[in-house]
């Protein structure tokens, strides 16, 4: 799995990052980070939760 | 939760007016909301006669074009102010310098170091009433828990809460302080309380001029956005704002999720048992209470949703509370699935504008949901008593509980 993020959309909810900490983190706006673009079968389920939480749909999993 | 059949339907589907300004209407929104995203997904609100927004896709449309639908309106709500509150009232790209060297003092991390204040805060709080076996849950733990937080984040002195809080009251709920409240009568106070808003923020600004501290307005004094420093006018615009939203939204979402969950004991019970849900319950009930149900606009160019043709110059409510009901982005809207796993809710609005503060209320509403449902787990509203929501921002103003004192 692969996570894009699309960051002229963020606006620093911070869903992402309460969600999936092992993947997205928080620059000093708070506004999203991606730690890790490939995300490993452990976190996949976690990833794809935190990006149906975006509000801004600033997140785009492809399986 | 039902209404009452005596009352003209609300919204009323022959003239499209909605009415959003009223005690029924706080207590209980949600079948109003429910009636609007089905029939009139563009409605005018009785109070200003401007269009109100409800759908979910409608209004986050509307929150990501600010181009169109612009925040730049200080005067058209006569809220007592002069200029523009900052970063509010103003639009990008000039709203988005200020968000740069304002988000970072509001971020998750910063937040997080303030939590076991909160914590500790909390506990006090509940320490003074829980042998009681009942509290008056609004003034004795809604009102001072956030507000304590905020002032000193805002590097205010405590002993005058009772001051700021009778300001931020004389702005949004001047109805509470004005006798026969006459349009012009609440705008003339409201014009008063503004004055004295702007005249002691002055006086804080040349304190922390002198003696600077760790507080938001010495950080203000000393930030620069593109190597100029904050004008004293562009400090009081941010204070003003500050002080209305620090003191008001927790409180308000804090009786709103007491009360809720007072009213419904399986989904009390349940969270007490898995306290590992609070934060995506604290989420869910954002949703469904969403204390701050609207926010306004004014559209800069003539548009037209659902058919209806909007003016430019009009002011236009976007509903978040009914978006956050709209089944065509949440299935079962009605039910509070307090593991909810899917939950994009607008209760912090979107866009450029997203609730500067929502960092802090998440800690503070986690944080006070937990503590409290560690030391009172069983509760209830007291027989015979009903709560009262303020209209507006959905203040539960009184909400008397009672539970089992421990022996």
Redesign the interface.
Same mark, same amino acid.
């Given at each position: 799995m692969k996570v894009e993020l699309l960051e002229e959309r963020c606006?620093?909810?911070?869903r992402c990052?309460?969600l999936a900490p092992e993947v997205f983190d928080?620059d000093?706006?708070?506004?999203c980070v991606l730690l890790q673009a490939r995300v490993p079968e452990q976190l996949r389920e976690k990833a794809r939760?935190a990006a149906?939480?975006?509000?801004?749909?600033a997140i785009r999993v492809h399986e | 939760m039902s209404v009452d059949p005596e009352s003209p339907p609300n919204p009323n589907p022959e003239t499209g007016e909605v009415v959003l300004f009223s005690p029924e209407f706080a207590r209980c929104p949600q079948p109003v909301y429910a009636g609007l995203n089905a029939h009139c997904p563009v409605a005018r609100a009785t109070l200003t006669g401007g269009a109100v927004i409800s759908r979910y896709e409608d209004v986050?449309d509307a929150l +990501?074009r600010p181009e169109i639908f612009s925040s730049a309106m200080d005067l058209e709500l006569a809220l007592g102010t002069q200029r523009p509150m900052i970063p509010q009232q103003i639009d990008p790209p000039a709203q988005t310098r200020f +968000?740069?060297v304002l988000?970072?003092r509001?971020?998750?991390?910063r937040m997080a170091e303030i939590e076991p204040a909160v914590r500790q805060h909390a506990n006090e709080l509940i320490d003074a009433f829980i042998d009681r076996g009942r509290c008056e849950f609004d003034q004795e733990f809604a009102v001072p828990l956030p507000c304590t937080a905020f002032l000193r984040l805002m590097g205010l002195p405590q002993s005058e809460l009772p001051y700021f809080l009778r300001l931020k009251d004389g702005i949004i709920r001047s109805q509470t302080q004005v006798e026969d409240p006459t349009p012009e009568k609440v705008l003339e106070h409201r014009k008063k309380i503004g004055q004295e808003i702007y005249a002691y923020f002055e006086k804080v600004i040349e304190e922390r001029r002198a003696r600077p501290g760790d507080d938001m307005i010495s950080y203000l004094l000393t930030t620069e956005i593109d190597g100029h420093k904050l004008t004293d006018n562009e400090i009081l615009d941010v204070s003003f704002l500050l002080i209305l939203a620090g003191l008001d939204t927790v409180t308000a979402t804090l009786g709103c999720n007491i009360a809720y969950l007072a009213a419904n004991p399986e989904q009390r019970r349940r969270l007490v048992r898995e306290p590992s849900l609070i934060?995506s319950a604290v989420?869910e009930l954002l949703r469904w209470e969403t204390p701050v149900t609207a926010v306004p606009r004014v559209l800069k160019q003539d548009v037209s949703v659902h058919g209806m043709e909007l003016k430019k110059g009009d002011l236009v409510t976007l509903l978040i509370g009914a978006a956050n009901v709209d089944e065509r982005e949440f299935p079962n809207p009605d039910q509070v699935v307090l593991g909810r796993?899917?939950?994009?809710?607008?209760a912090?609005g979107?866009?450029?504008h997203?609730c500067l503060g929502?960092?802090l209320a998440r800690m503070e509403l986690q944080t006070a949901m937990e503590v409290w449902h560690q030391r009172i787990p069983e509760y209830s509203i007291q027989p015979g008593e009903t709560p009262r929501y303020s209209p507006g921002i959905r203040e539960v103003q009184y909400l008397p509980l009672v539970w089992e004192p421990r022996a």
């Open positions: 606006v620093g909810h911070g990052y309460d928080a000093e706006r708070g506004h939760v149906e939480n975006c509000p801004e749909h | 986050m +990501r +968000r740069k988000d970072p509001f971020s998750k991390r934060p989420e796993e899917r939950n994009r809710h607008l912090f979107g866009g450029a997203r929502s960092h």
